[in-house]
C-alpha cells in the first residue's frame, strides 16, 4: 500500500488512502497523522482515509499565536478541499475533538457522522470540565501525555507503547501556551450549540480513561438530537491505539459498513 503525503496551501500535512466513502482522523495533543495506523490498515481498502497532521504535530508548522479557538474548523475543511472530498465522517481523538466538532457545526452539508473519541469536544460540559480539573491535579513532568496510555497497556504491550512514545517523538516539542487558550471559559461551546447537529455521533470512551471518565461524558451525549455513547472495556484515553479491534468494529457498525 502506497502512502500518499499532501500539503494544503495553509501548510497542513495530511495522508491518503484508499478510495471510497471518506473517512477524516483528527488525532489528540499527544499523536499525529501516524498514530492512526491501525485504522488505516482496517478502513483503506473500502474509505477513503485521511489523517491529519494538526498544526504543530507532525509535519505541520505551528501557527503564528497558536489556537484561534474561532478557526479551528478551517484546518479540517482546508484538507477535505484539498483532498477533493466534498463530504465524510468526522472521527475526532481528545484534542482533534474540538477540530472535528467545529467543523461539524460549520459545515453541516459536508459530514455524514461525527465521532468524538475520549473528548469533552470544548464543550462547556461541567462533568467533563470538572473531571478534566481534576486530572490536572494527577499530572507528573510528562504533563497529559503520561495518560495517554493505560499503565495495563504499557505493562501488557511493550512493544506498542515504545512505537507509541517514538510516533510521539515526531512531534516538536509540546507548547501548552498554543492549547490552553481552547479551554478558556470564553473558548468553549454551549452545550445548546450540539442541538444543531442533524447527523448521527458516536461518542467513544475508554472505561479507564483517567481524563475524561466516561460518566464525565454521558450527560453530554444528550445534548445532541441522534447520539449514542459506547464504552471499550479494557482501555484508557487511547481506545483507538490500545483496542484497535474494538474500537474499528465499534465505529463499521456505526457507519453501516458490511460485516
Known amino acids: ?13 495530511y495522508t491518503r488512502e484508499g478510495e471510497g466513502p471518506a473517512l ?5 495533543a499527544g499523536g499525529n497523522a501516524a498514530v492512526w495506523f491501525q485504522q488505516v490498515e482496517a478502513f483503506a481498502p473500502n474509505h477513503t482515509v485521511i489523517c491529519i497532521d494538526l498544526p504543530g504535530f507532525g509535519q505541520t508548522p505551528a501557527r503564528d ?7 479551528l474548523d478551517e484546518v479540517v475543511l482546508e484538507v477535505m478541499d484539498h483532498a477533493g472530498v466534498e463530504k465524510g465522517t468526522l472521527i475526532g481523538q481528545s484534542l482533534g475533538g474540538w477540530f472535528a466538532l467545529r467543523a461539524a457545526l460549520a459545515a453541516q452539508e459536508r459530514v455524514e457522522h461525527l465521532v468524538l473519541s475520549c473528548s469533552m469536544a470544548g464543550v462547556a460540559h461541567g462533568p467533563a470540565m470538572q473531571a478534566f480539573a481534576a486530572a490536572l491535579q494527577n499530572i507528573g513532568p510528562e504533563g497529559l501525555a503520561e495518560m495517554t496510555l493505560s499503565e495495563q497497556f ?32 470564553s473558548a468553549l461551546l454551549p452545550e445548546e450549540q450540539l442541538a444543531k447537529i442533524p447527523f448521527p455521533v458516536l461518542m467513544i470512551s475508554g472505561e479507564d480513561d483517567p481524563i475524561w471518565p466516561p460518566g464525565s461524558l454521558a450527560a453530554m451525549a444528550d445534548n445532541f438530537p441522534h447520539a449514542q455513547q459506547k464504552v ?22 456505526f457507519l453501516g459498513d458490511p460485516e
Not at 502506497?2 to 495553509?10: F, Y
Open 154 to 185: 504499557e505493562k501488557a504491550s511493550a512493544t506498542k507503547s515504545f512505537l507509541f512514545r517514538q510516533i510521539t517523538a515526531f512531534n516538536p516539542p509540546p507548547n501548552p501556551a498554543a492549547i490552553g487558550p481552547l479551554f478558556a471559559p
Open 1 to 13: 500500500m502506497t502512502k500518499h503525503q499532501n500539503i494544503t496551501a495553509a501548510g497542513t500535512h
Open 65 to 71: 499565536g497558536g489556537f484561534d479557538p474561532d478557526r
Open 232 to 253: 471499550i472495556s479494557g482501555t484508557g484515553h487511547s481506545p483507538y491505539f490500545e483496542r484497535p479491534k474494538s474500537f474499528n468494529r465499534m465505529l463499521s457498525r
Open 24 to 28: 477524516v482522523f483528527i488525532h489528540g
